[in-house]
Structure formats: C-alpha cells, structure tokens
C-alpha cells in the first residue's frame, strides 16, 4: 500500500481506488506450471473463519503466486467453498488494500492518516510504551481484545494469551458469540454436542430455531435438503423472516426475544396433552414434577400473548414436535443474542428429554461440536503453561469495551488496547462509545490487520497480519467433527507476519527470558495433535498434511443421550436445578421505562443477513460490497404508514445511543413492530458513519455474560 498516497485519503474514495487496481489474483491464476516452466506445489488448509462449516482445500501454488484454490471433496466440504470464499486469494491475500508494512499513526484519531515505518523501529516504541504503562499503572492497565476473525488454534492466541498473561495484562472476557447459548445448554444437558451435522439426514422433523443456515452455515443446508427428500418437514422459529424462513415448510414468527416462553409453552401442551415420553423422563431426567407446576402458567392463550403467536399455532407445533419421530432441534447462536437468550436455550435444550427425541438416531438437539475438540487434541499445546494457569488479573468482558475505556472507575483505567482478529468499531454493541474510548489521546491502541478497518483508523500502531495463505496452523471446529492443518501456501506478502510472532517479538523487546513466549507455531501445531485419544486414530500431522481435513474418528451412530448419559452432576438431564440463580427457565422480560418505550417503540434486530461478509470481514471489498448491494431497513407496511414512510425513502433510525441511516424496504418479513437491519458493514462506509451496532447497548445476557445484542428499542424516521 502507497501509504503517502493513502494519507488523509476519504474512505470511499481509498475503496473506489483500489477497486480500479484490482487485478489481484485474476491475471495470476491464469498461469500454470507448465507455462512458467515451474513446478507447481499444493498445500491443504481450511478456511479461518468464525463459521461453523470449517471448510477445508487445497491451494496450488508456483512461485509464490497462486494458480488454483480449491475446496476439498470430504464429504462435509463436499466440493464447495461458500461464495465469500471462492475468490478468497484475490479478495483477502492479494488484495491491493492490503496492509503490508508497519504504520504509526501521523494525524488525529480517525483520520487514517498513518506512514510506513519499519517493523524495528514499530516493535521498540511499542514495547518501549507498554512497558512504562506497566511500570506505572501496572499490567492490568493494558487490555487485548481479540475475537474469531481467525480462529486457527495458534493464531486465535495460542502465544498471545501467554504474553498478555506474561505481563499481567486485565483478562478480556471473549463472551459475545456462544457463551450465551452454551450456558443455557449445560444447564439442562452438562454438554452442547448432540446431533451431529452430517446425521440430520436422517431426522424427520427439523426445528431452526434462531438460526438461519441458508445463509450462515451453508454446508448444513444440503443435507436438511436431503433430509427433506427423504420427508422431513422443515420449520424455522425465527422473528425475521430469513432467507431459511422462505425455504422452510412452516415459519413461525415470535416476537424477538420470546422463545423462552414459547418453548415453555410446548412444554406446557406437551405436559397437559401427555404425549411425553414419560419413560425416558423417568429414567433419564430430573424434576419433572417442578416442571409440571411451573409450566402451568405458559398455558398457550398466555403464551399467544408473549409471542404475538395464534395459539393454534403453539399447540399445533407442540404436538407435531412431539408425534414426529426422529425430531431435531437445530439452534446455533443468533437466538442467545437477548437479555432472555440463555434460559431460551436450556428451555429448548429440554424439549428432546421431555418427547424422549434422543432414543432415535438423527433426534435430538443439535448444537456445537467443540467438545469433540477438547478430548480429541492435547490442549497442553494450546492452554496456557502452568507457570501461567489461573491468572488472577481483573477481567473485562468484550461487549462492555465502550465503558470500561471510558470509566473514571476502573482502577488503572485501560491506558493500552492491543486488538487482533476482532474489528470491535463495527462489531461491538455501543459503537458510539467504544469510538469515544478509541478517540483518548491517552490510550495506545495497537492493531494487527489485513485492511484500514474502522478500529485500525483509531490504531497508534497497525501491524500487518499474514492471511491464512501465509502461515502454519491448527484448526478444531464448533460446526463439524473435522480436523484440519493449514499449511502455508505461499511466503507472507510484504513485510506481513503472524499474530504468534507479533506476541514473540514484542516479548524479546521487552526482554522477556522465559520458553514459553517463544514456541513455534509448527512445534505448536504438532504438539497439539500429539494426542493417544481414540478420536484421534488414523490422524497425524503427516496424515491432515497429504490428505486434507479428517472427520475425528468417532462412533458411526453418534447417540449421546440415547441413554441419558448427560454431563450434569446426576448424570441426568436437570429439567430443575436448585443449585441455579433461577431452579427453572422463565421468561423474564427486559423492563424500559415507559418514557422509553415511547420514545423508541420500535424493537431492532441487527442480524447476519448479508450472505456475502462473515461479519465485518469482506465488507471493504467493493465487488462483494456491490453485490450485497443497499444497505436497507425492513419496515412493517404499518409501521411505514405511520410515520409516512415510502418504499426507497430515506430513513434515519435512532435512538438514545445514535443514529443510522439507512434506505426503507417495506415488508412483511418483519412483524409490526419489529424493524430489521444487517450488522457487518463498515460504520465509516455507510452514509453517516454509523452501523447497526451504533443503536445496540452493552447489556449482558441472563446466564454467559454474553451480549443482549438484538435488545435494542429505537424510532424511525424519515430524512
Ligand atoms: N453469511 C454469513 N455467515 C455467517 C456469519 C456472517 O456474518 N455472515 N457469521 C458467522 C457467525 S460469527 C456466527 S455466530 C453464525 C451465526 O449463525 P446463526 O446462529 O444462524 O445466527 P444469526 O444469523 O445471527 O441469527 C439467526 C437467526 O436468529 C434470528 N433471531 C434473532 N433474535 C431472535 C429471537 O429472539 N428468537 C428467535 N427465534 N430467533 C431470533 C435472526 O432473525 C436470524 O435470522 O453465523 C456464521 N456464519
Ligand atoms: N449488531 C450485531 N453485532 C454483532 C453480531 C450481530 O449479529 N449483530 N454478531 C456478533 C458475533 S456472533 C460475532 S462472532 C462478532 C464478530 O466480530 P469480530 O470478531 O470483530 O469479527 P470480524 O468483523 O469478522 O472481524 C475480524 C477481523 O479480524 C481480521 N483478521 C482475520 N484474520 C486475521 C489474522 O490472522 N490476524 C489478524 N491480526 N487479524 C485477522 C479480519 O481482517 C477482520 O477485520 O460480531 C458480533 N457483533
Ligand atoms: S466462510 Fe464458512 S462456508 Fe464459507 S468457506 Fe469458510 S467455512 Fe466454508
Ligand atoms: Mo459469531
């Protein structure tokens, strides 16, 4: 990147302008060893994204330039990268955005204005400023904020975690994808893998409560396809109607926020109509009676009332959910994102106990694979070293950034933030106020990038990160039970590195002795993999690196509760639990002031409904950009009437943390209401600076302490 050129350059046109030089990878897969007289060299890897596919391929390279990049043929895979990746090297590696020499800022914060500077001279003022900021405030003054923007075991933080740690940095709480989910789920069940993806096609009735894989895991979506051929009905429980909402059989639209009380509602007809599996209650689960009693006031007229649901409809979903055999319940993540979103899912986790769904094969629930993960590898690679196990340092939970770098109560306050694989100024709930803090003259932000993202714009110093084409890694799953190695395709592009090698290098300078700080991702990668579990027959490093990504070696017919078998302390599925906060699931909802609810009567979702980013990733790309084309608002005809509003119009949409503004799409796929925007772009290449996450606030879910993100009130108006 010319970065003489690229001072104080606008946005849109810095995009506009790398847009006409991107030629990229296009010209160069034209060559071919043959052509060039080279031999050509193929490597496996799998694509680094948060997603729950973990597709794996194979990259073919002559030269350091890349001729072919190819999804893999395992079954799960199956060929097919989704389109956000099928161009990846030109889109990501190639690209001529791309940040490959260390900058140091030279305007105001968020102006973009940055010089090239060597990786020497950046790795010793950046050290040289952490360490007095630990000399004089102490390690927990320095705050990393990191996320799933590559989740390779080693660069997700492998070396990282054992700098911050090192130093005696405050410890990020990384809650604002899962944790909701995963500790409603554990709460009832004590494990979130169920049924695993490729056994769908056996199942008969498949619920998509809350997720929407058309869109967000789009491997699954073949084989609830099969499944279909083979007779399944599918029903999607969603407020939005999503583009998996428009394929599926039935739709059935809750008001945002309100599953907690309509899956205590079919439990409640379930109960009361006595098509529970009551042996499979009686041998595998705990208290039922209370469950009994307490699902007796979610009688469906009280339910239709939460949900804005017929009660025909909640009797009639209980009772084909229950009569249908084998049944799944298919949730993922985007259900948790409410103040109520973890009792949700230990609600709904009960519901497979309760009809006795786990007896069959391909019945059940269906979540996330990881803990297949955890016994699978040697984690001893990955976890920190027992010199360094159970920092006590304070913690900070990530949906929280605004306020704690704008707290006057912290003590020390965040006097440095050093940001990797995360873009928190577009994906942060309360971007206004995470803006603010990175705003400080006093705060020094360090961020390691492959693009001039909204939070590198903030950044004092942005190193730049190698892609996955350029470094080694492990990769486990939270989607499937396949395990890849990435090997490097190519050498890094410009004077790119690792996030690994950022952390050793800032290590050294700080003059740090200890092993641990400098282990090498290959010998890391190894290590990892250097397990005796079962899963783990017939999988090496040799083996991931000729062949490409494995399934762990698990059984064939995967039945996890078929016999109870839960991993609660009873070993039984706890329908009740006394030692909880709450005993039993309830809706309980968030409280607004009536002020509020006047002044901001319209509930916001901002979900992932743009197919081609995987959350912010890829937004700056002009062609995917195009593609994905206006940033819209989905309106109710109703809601758009009264306030006057045209299809097309103008809109702002607002609220008591900002404002958006956004382009009106009248619709029913919202209820009245509910209005609709997608999260992922970029703030600073919209029209008015702001995204999605400018209107959400920084509340916590009920159990996780995740991000009630989609709890969000706001008005509109036209501009
Ligand atoms: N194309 C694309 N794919 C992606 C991503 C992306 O950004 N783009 N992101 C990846 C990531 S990080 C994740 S976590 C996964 C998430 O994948 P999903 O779990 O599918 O999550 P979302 O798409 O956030 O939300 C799914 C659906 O939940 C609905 N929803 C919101 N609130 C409620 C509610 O209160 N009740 C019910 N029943 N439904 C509700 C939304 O309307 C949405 O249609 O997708 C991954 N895949
Ligand atoms: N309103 C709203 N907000 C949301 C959500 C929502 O549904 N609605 N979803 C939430 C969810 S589920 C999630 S997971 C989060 C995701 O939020 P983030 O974790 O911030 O994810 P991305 O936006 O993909 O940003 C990842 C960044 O990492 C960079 N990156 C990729 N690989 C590397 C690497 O190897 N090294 C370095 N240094 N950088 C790298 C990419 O260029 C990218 O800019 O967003 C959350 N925010
Ligand atoms: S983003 Fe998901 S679906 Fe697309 S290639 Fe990556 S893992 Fe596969
Ligand atoms: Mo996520």
Redo the contacts with the bound molecule.
Sequence with gaps: MDTKKNNSIDRREFIELSAKGGIGLASLALLSGCETGKTPKTVHGACY????DRCSWHVTTVDNEVTAFKANEDPYTAGKL?D?MTDFPNDVTFHPDRILTPLKRSGAKGSGEFIKISWKQAISEVADRLKNIIDEKGGEAVLPYSF?GNQGLVQRGAVANRFFVHIGASQLERTI??DAAVAGILAANGQTTGVLPEDIIHSRYIVL?????V???QHLWPLIQQAKSNGAKIIS????Q?A?SEESDWHIQ?R????TALALGLMHVILNENIQDQDYINNYTVGIEQLKAHVQQYDPVRVAQITGLDEETIISFAKEYAQSTPSVIRV????E??VNGAS?FRAIAMLPALTGAWRHFGGGLMHMTYELFGEALNWESINLPPELANPTTRSINMIELGKALNSSELNPGIQALIVFNSNPAATTPNQNLVIKGLEREDLLTVVSEHFLTDTTRYADYIFPATSVLENWDVFSSWGTPYININEPAIEPLGESKPNSELFRLLAKEMGFKEDYLYEADMDIVKKTLDSQHAYMEGISFESLRKHGGQKLNIPSRWMPHAEGNFKTSSGKCHFYDPDLEQPLPAYVPFQYSEEEMKKYPLHL?S??T??????SSHANVDHILKKEGKFYLEIHPKDADLRHIADGDELKVYNQRGRVLITARISNKVRQGVV?MP??FWPSLLKGGSSANALTSHLLTDMGRGGAI?ETKVEVEKV
């Design positions: 994204h948060d997603c729950p989704c956000k799933g994808c899962g409560w809350g997720t929407n894989p869109l967000s895991n429980v969603d407020p939005f999503s998996t809750p945002p926020g309100t599953d993922l993540i985007g259900l994102h409410q949700a979702l979900i992932k743009p197919k081609n980013f995987l959350n609709c999260q992922g989609q």
